[in-house]
């Protein structure tokens, strides 16, 4: 392909003169001025970034308890830490509410992953899991309370840890809930058993004193990993359960069930979003689902690399569907929130393309593009994409140059049915970084939905599969959708902040 020279003017949208396959035409330039805004899709603070999320709804509010992963080098490390929101674009920052201990011979000197409720004392209940790399056993399960959600009291001596049938060193993650018919509280423990990974259930009538009540569930993928920051809940008609496996994919799966106690069945598609989101742990403000998780920073903070451990928030809206299974939507009072709407400002593209005011349809010649401004804020991108064949590959590209996608790429590769994001140029020659399978319909239009904020990137088709990815140029540099020989269009065009 021929090297041309992008310049960067101001245009009214998406012209249509042709001068020759591909070439690149410049457009003029608008000078309408983006709205200022402090709305933030994934959130983290300064005070440290974001690892294992404990989602609690509470007074019309959702509380995002989460690992502080602070990275100071200390011995003691993950506090609890609490973000708020009432619209999911708006976070209050609560600081570190749970310390790790002073000391390192104590059993918390690190604080690993657990729930918050309120129980039937009025009181608040923290469960959390303390580690200690010199103890054996490493891991053990630990209780708080507060009469607030910034406020609380260690209670050391209702710690317990595995009994002699399970790990003594991976035992973690606990799920507190209370089990109405029941009149007791049910906790979900992470743990192994037989080299194999399972979820066991413990019960109690006081939040202090708890029976080991055997396995609920067993991995069933054949991997023995650990399935670790469960969450149950009944959602409608159905009972939920959700688990991240610690290895080989380190994505978020669920399993449904008709009542509480099983059997927990996995659905034909059984995750939510790639490798980019995890530990996410479910929630209900009583009318709509959510799952909140996490996408990692990348390592040295540079696109190109492997994901790190926590960086900011992730929350994704769930919606049911009529069998029952689940699928992940954005967000609806994100929609609500980013709704005023901004004129895209193209300022280059092939002039193969055929294109109008909100739309441009692909001759499917070489490689052909239509770039856009960089977004310096939240945003939201919806769009229509018509025409897919069997073996279409279009995408929408990131940090672009002018001979090739950009550094950031998703791609839709039809022929492989399959989502895919890529951390680098060569996309024919490495393997994304992350991928949802996807089924394509031939000739049925693919809509999506890109949330963009803070270096993170939300990827949502036909509210069907979400696709997160770390992207530090997300934001101040150009983007553009893509074609390679592909003869799709992308129509209806709107951009949100």
Request: net charge negative; hydrophobic share 35%.
């Amino acid at each position: 392909m021929k090297r041309f020279l992008i310049i960067v003017l101001t245009a009214l949208l998406l012209l249509s003169t042709a001068c020759g396959p591909g070439s690149i035409k410049a457009l003029a330039a608008s000078d309408e001025q983006e709205t200022e805004s402090s709305i933030s899709l994934f959130p983290r603070f300064d005070l440290a970034f974001v690892g294992d999320t404990m989602p609690f709804y509470d007074d019309g509010k959702m509380n995002i308890f989460y690992l502080a992963d602070q990275r100071d080098g200390k011995t003691g490390y993950h506090p609890w830490a609490l973000m708020r929101t009432e619209d999911y674009c708006t976070y209050e920052d609560l600081g570190i509410v749970i310390p790790y201990a002073e000391s390192g011979l104590e059993q918390d000197i690190a604080l690993g992953t657990g729930c918050v409720i309120k129980g039937q004392d009025g009181l608040y209940h923290a469960f959390y899991t303390g580690h200690n790399d010199i103890y054996a056993p490493k891991e053990a399960i630990m209780h708080a309370t507060g009469e607030d959600l910034e406020h609380w009291t260690k209670i050391p001596e209702d710690t317990f840890t595995a009994g002699d049938e399970y790990s003594k060193d991976d035992f973690r993650d606990p799920y507190v809930f209370f089990v109405e018919p029941e009149n007791r509280y049910w906790m979900l423990v992470v743990t192994r058993t037989k080299e194999t990974g399972v979820i066991v259930k413990y019960t109690s009538t006081d939040l202090h004193t708890w029976k080991d009540e055997g396995i609920l569930f067993e991995d069933d993928m054949g991997y023995g990993t650990n399935m670790e920051c469960p969450s149950l809940l009944k959602y409608k008609d159905k009972w939920y359960l959700s688990f991240s496996d610690q290895w080989p994919d380190r994505v978020v799966h669920y399993r449904v069930a008709d009542n509480i106690s099983g059997p927990y069945q996995k659905p034909e598609k059984d995750t939510f979003d790639g490798n980019g989101f995890y530990a996410g742990r479910l929630e209900t403000d009583g009318e709509n689902l959510y799952c909140v998780g996490w996408n990692a920073t990348k390592i040295g903070h540079d696109d190109a690399n492997d994901y790190d451990w926590a960086g900011n928030a992730v929350v994704h809206q769930l919606e049911q569907q009529a069998d029952g299974t689940l699928r992940p939507i954005v967000n609806t009072k994100v929609i609500d929130t980013l709704s005023h709407k901004i004129e895209p400002s193209p300022v280059a593209m092939t002039e193969t393309i055929k294109a109008s005011k909100d739309k441009c349809e692909f001759s499917g010649d070489y490689y052909e593009l239509v770039q856009f401004e960089p977004f310096d804020t939240a945003a939201r991108v919806e769009a229509d994409i018509n025409g897919v064949g069997s073996e279409s590959l279009f995408g929408i590209s990131f940090a672009p140059d002018i001979e090739n996608a950009g550094s950031l790429t998703y791609l839709f590769n039809v022929k492989e049915s399959r989502i895919e994001f890529y951390n680098t140029q060569n996309l024919f020659d490495s393997d994304p970084q992350s991928f949802m399978d996807f089924n394509f319909k031939e000739g049925e239009p693919l809509h999506i939905s890109l949330l963009i904020s803070d270096g993170v990137a939300s990827l949502y088709v036909n509210n069907e599969i979400a696709l997160t990815a770390r992207m530090y140029q997300s934001q101040g540099m150009n983007w553009q959708f893509f074609s390679i020989k592909s003869a799709v269009s992308v129509d209806n065009v709107q951009f949100f902040n």
